[in-house]
C-alpha cells in the first residue's frame, strides 16, 4: 500500500513571508521522498515560487490572524484564516501526520479545540522541548497557551507531557516537576501550592515536586509543569540569557582578537539552537501541531516536520541530537 | 563630628555558617576604615572567631528561621530571632546605615514592615540590579518577597524601582517596563492587564510597556516590574542559563584541550558575578536592606556592605561595574 504521509504547512503566519515556509516546505519533500505536502496559502503567490507541484497540494487562502486578534472571536467571523483552513483539511485528510504553523498560539489552541480535540476532558498545551545538562530533555508545558490557569489545567499539562515523553522518547515513568520559587513543598504562588497537593495524590503522576527556576535545564524532571505566563518566561528567558551570553564571548573574541572563540560560539549555537529547540509542540490534540515562532526560516520548517514524520514513523525525535557527546 | 556610619549583620542563616559571615565583616572593616559593625549573633561563637572587637558591636541572638516558617507567627512567637534582633537594633541606632543578612526572605519583609517602613501606604518590595548587555543596569522588581500579587502592589514596586534608579544611578526619568509574554499591551496574564492600564495612567511613572522574557537583560527599561514569581524565575532562569552555558564552555574547553576557553569563562563570570549582583535589595524602607542569598560567602556580605556604604555616602553603587568595557 501506498505511504501518503502527508504534513498540512500553513505558509502564512511568518515575519519572514510565506516564500520563505515555502523554502522549508522544499526542503522537506527533498529530505524525505515519500513525503506529501499541503500548503496553505495564496494559491498564486505559491504557483509563482516554483516549488515543483509533485507531492503537493495547495488550499487558497489569504487570511491570517494578528496578535492582536482575539482567536476564538475571528474564528466565527473568519473561517477563511489559514490556521483555520490547515486544521480543517487535517480533519478530513485520512493521509494527515500533522501540521505545521507559524501563526498564532491562541488560533492554534482555538483550532485544536475545535477541530483535533482528542479528549474533551483534557485542556491541550503548548510544549517546549529543552536541552538539559544531563544530555536530556525535558518537556515544558504550558509555553504560553493558557496564560491565566487553574489548578486542574496544570494537571491535564502534566498528563500530556507524562503521555508525550513515554510515547516519543519512550521513557516508562516520566518524572514531573512543578516550577516554583523554591524547591520546598511550602513555596509556590496559590496555583502553584493547590497544584502541588493535586499532583501529589495522583496515582499516574511520578510528581518529584517543586523545581526552581535556575534547575528549569538541570535534567531533575522530564516534564515541567507550569501556567503559560511562567513558561513563556522560562523559555524567552533562557533563550535571551543564551543570546547574551554568546554575544558577550563574540565581543570577546573581537577585542582580544582570540579566534578561537568563536568555536566557542557555534558549538553554543548547536547547543541551544534556538531555531529547531524553539518550536512548540500542542499536546492534546489527534495529530502533532507544530507551532514555529514568526521569526522563523526555512530550516525551522524543516526541523519541525522530520519531528510530525519521526513521530509518525515511530522515530526518536531530534535524531542526532539525544546523546549529545560528554 | 566622628563619622560612625554602622551597619548591622546579621550572622545566623548562611548555609555556609556565622564564621563565614564574620569573615565577610572583618572585610568590610579593612576595606572601609570609619565604618562601624553590629553583629548580631551567638556572642560566645563571634569572640572566639577571633575578629578583633574594635568598631564592633555584639548583639546576642540564637534564632534562626527557616525556609518553612511562616515569618509572621514567627514575629510574634520568638522575637529572639536574629534577623528581628537585626531590625530591631537598625530602628534604634542613630548611626545605622543599613542591614545585611542571609535569612529568609519573607522575615525580612515582615521586620522592615514591623520597623523599618518607609511610607505605611507602599508595599516594600525586593529588588535586584541586573546588569543590561548595553553596558548598563536594570532594577527588577520584585524578586520573590511577594509571591501573590494584586496591581496596587506592581505600582508600589514601580514607584519604589523608580526612586532607587533616581537616586542611586541618577537617572533622570527612570523608564519603567512591565514583564509580559509579549510586547503588545493585549498580552499578558489578569494582573499584568490590569497593571499596564494603571501604569499607563500614573503621571509620575515613565512607563514604556511591557517587556518580553527574552528582553529582560536588553536594557530596554531601568526598572522592570513583575510579581514576585515571576521575578524570581526570572532572577533564577538567568543565573542558572549563564551558569549552563559557563558549564558548557568548560566542557568544550577540556574536550578540545584548548586552554584560552577558560579566559572566556573568566570573563563570563566577571560580567555575570552572581556572588555581588546576587544580593537583593529591599526597597521601601527607611534603610538599604541588603538580603544575600543564602549559599553566600564573605565577599557576598563585602560587596553588600559597599553598596549600603557608598549609598550613604551618596556615591555610586557598583565602582567599576558601572562601565563594563564596550
Not at 518529584?208 to 535556575?214: R, S
Amino acid at each position: 500500500m501506498e505511504n501518503n504521509h502527508t504534513i498540512i504547512v500553513d505558509t502564512l503566519g511568518s515575519d519572514k513571508g510565506p516564500l520563505e515556509i515555502i523554502e522549508g516546505a522544499k526542503l522537506l519533500l527533498e529530505n524525505f521522498s515519500d513525503l506529501h505536502i499541503v500548503l496553505v496559502g495564496d494559491e498564486e503567490l505559491i504557483k509563482q515560487s516554483n516549488i515543483s507541484l509533485e507531492r503537493i497540494k495547495i488550499i487558497d487562502s489569504k487570511g491570517t490572524i494578528s496578535n492582536y486578534d482575539n482567536p476564538v472571536e475571528a474564528f466565527y467571523k473568519n473561517k477563511d484564516v489559514s490556521i483555520f483552513k490547515a486544521f480543517q483539511e487535517a480533519s478530513e485528510n485520512e493521509n494527515a501526520i500533522g501540521i505545521i504553523s507559524s501563526g498564532n498560539s491562541g488560533a492554534l489552541i482555538v483550532s485544536t479545540i475545535k477541530y483535533l480535540l482528542k479528549d474533551r476532558t483534557i485542556r491541550p498545551c503548548m510544549a517546549a522541548i529543552l536541552p538539559t545538562t544531563n544530555n536530556a530533555f525535558t518537556c515544558l508545558v504550558d509555553t504560553g497557551a493558557t496564560i491565566d490557569c487553574v489548578p486542574s489545567q496544570l494537571i491535564s499539562f502534566a498528563h500530556l507531557g507524562s503521555e508525550f515523553m513515554k510515547l516519543v522518547y519512550k521513557i516508562d515513568r516520566p518524572r514531573v516537576g512543578l516550577l516554583s520559587n523554591g524547591a520546598e513543598e511550602t513555596k509556590g504562588n496559590k496555583l502553584v501550592k493547590e497544584t502541588h497537593k493535586l499532583l501529589k495524590e495522583d496515582a499516574e503522576i511520578n510528581f518529584v515536586g517543586n523545581i526552581e527556576g535556575n534547575k528549569t535545564l538541570s535534567g531533575l524532571c522530564d516534564v515541567l509543569v507550569c501556567d503559560g505566563f511562567a513558561g513563556n518566561q522560562v523559555l524567552k528567558n533562557s533563550e535571551g540569557m543564551a543570546i547574551n551570553l554568546i554575544t558577550e564571548i563574540v565581543k570577546f573574541s573581537k577585542k582580544n582578537n582570540d579566534p578561537n572563540a568563536m568555536a566557542i560560539v557555534k558549538y553554543l549555537m548547536q547547543t541551544y539552537d534556538f531555531e529547531s529547540l524553539g518550536a512548540g509542540i500542542i499536546l492534546g490534540a489527534k495529530l502533532p501541531i507544530m507551532k514555529c515562532r514568526g521569526s522563523s526560516g526555512r530550516n525551522a520548517i524543516l526541523n519541525a516536520g522530520r519531528i510530525i514524520y519521526n513521530i509518525a514513523n515511530n522515530k526518536t525525535i531530534y535524531e542526532g541530537r539525544d546523546k549529545r557527546g560528554e
